[in-house]
């Protein structure tokens, strides 16, 4: 990436099909957790028109209700009317029991026994973290966040009245010297019911004046002058959701994730419970590299990690500071695995993923679908802490 460039990232409302796939999988991860948190959940879901299809393989004590679970999911996203809603849609599931618990909890393992829980997939993942925003993400992806999140606040409380649940953002943010110097375009795109506004002006002129800027002068003050606001520029839409378009399990993860600024794995992390590395490999590197940044080892950092079958410790892990480092990357490496253990075991043990959606409550992992699963302080993210950034200092 050059010095000087224009960066774009997105975001989904929590209606869009894709993210309503995701907060399905991921309630049921919750419901699956809260009751047996040693349990193997993998829940995946398609929809399209007025047809939910889901497919759920589990093991363990839990026996969640899955049609119900679906439908307040559905429900809490904004489908109460339409073509398209809670109550009505039809839910076709394939149900299997026959995934195994895990063996013993993480939690009352003597660190000396890691080595005998490897992992039980191969996937090579990455962790990213920067000091352009507080959340130590990239400023494109932070507020592409927080435009559909304030869209779906204005909409769920009546402020902004006819709009469906199906919304999108796009933020392009100027560059110089790898660091934000302007917010150049905001793209938002929401559809509307036919009832809705009669007027196209006076929606693009709600959403810029009521969502749109109010993001921009919180969280991007002085970068925000000459931006360019696009409001649904092909249009009035009359249809949205599933009735438009179809949705799957798995397929924002740049949005889960960097918002394309940085790598990311290919593997989903909705749908999956953290036993599986893959998901709690990729919120170990995010908190290695947040934790570089936040030592002031970095402006900018990659965690890269990989994992073979069978394997306990990682078979790959590198750092690429992007020429920001205060120290060599090699030394910084170094510094990352005498204050990291990496093995999933110890990932699942220092980090308590197992035991969230009972500790803090249902929605946890259904709150992570919509908005980004890294850099949320909306809620108290283990990965998101960073204590031991002070062990990389010495």
């Avoid at 924002?252 to 794995?265: L, M, P, V, W």
Wanted: contains cysteine; aromatic residues 6%.
């Amino acid at each position: 990436m050059a010095d000087d460039f224009i960066f774009t990232s997105g975001s989904l409302t929590q209606g869009h099909p894709d993210k309503l796939c995701d907060k399905i999988s991921d309630a049921l991860v919750d419901h699956v957790l809260a009751e047996d948190p040693l349990a193997q959940v993998n829940a995946e879901c398609a929809v399209a028109t007025g047809i939910l299809f889901l497919a759920l393989r589990f093991g363990g004590s839990a026996s969640p209700d899955v049609a119900a679970v679906a439908r307040e999911a559905i429900r809490k996203a904004g489908y109460t009317r339409g073509g398209f809603q809670a109550r009505s849609c039809s839910i076709m599931t394939s149900l299997a029991e026959v995934e195994q618990p895990a063996p013993q909890d993480e939690r009352t393992l003597d660190p000396a026994d890691y080595d005998e829980f490897p992992a039980q997939h191969q996937v090579t993942l990455f962790g990213f973290a920067c000091d352009q925003t507080p959340e130590f993400l990239p400023l494109p992806v932070a507020l592409a966040h927080a435009i559909v999140r304030r869209l779906d606040s204005l909409r769920g409380d009546g402020t902004l009245p006819g709009l469906m649940p199906d919304g999108q953002s796009q933020v392009s943010v100027e560059y110089r010297e790898r660091r934000p110097v302007r917010v150049a375009t905001v793209a938002l795109v929401s559809s509307v019911w036919p009832e809705g506004y009669g007027d196209l002006a006076a929606l693009r002129r709600d959403l810029e004046d009521r969502v749109v800027r109010p993001v921009l002068a919180e969280q991007a003050p002085g970068l925000a002058g000459e931006t360019q606001v696009l409001v649904n520029p092909h249009g009035r839409l009359r249809q949205g959701g599933p009735e438009l378009h179809a949705g799957l399990t798995g397929r924002k993860t740049a949005i889960d994730t960097y918002g394309e600024y940085a790598r990311h794995s290919g593997a989903a992390l909705s749908g999956k419970d953290p036993g599986r590395i893959d998901r709690a490999g990729a919120y170990a590197a995010r908190q290695a590299a947040r934790c570089v940044v936040a030592a002031g080892l970095a402006r900018d950092c990659e965690v890269q990690l990989s994992y073979g079958i069978g394997q306990a410790r990682p078979i790959g892990l590198d750092v690429e500071t992007f020429g920001t480092g205060t120290l060599p990357d090699e030394e910084i490496k170094r510094r990352l695995l005498d204050a990291f253990d990496f093995r999933p075991a110890a990932i699942l043990a220092r980090l308590g993923l197992r035991h969230l959606p009972r500790e803090q409550g249902r929605p946890f992992y259904e709150a992570l679908a919509t908005y980004g699963q890294m850099g949320r302080g909306d809620l108290v993210l283990p990965w998101e802490e960073d204590g031991l950034a002070g062990a990389l200092r010495d």
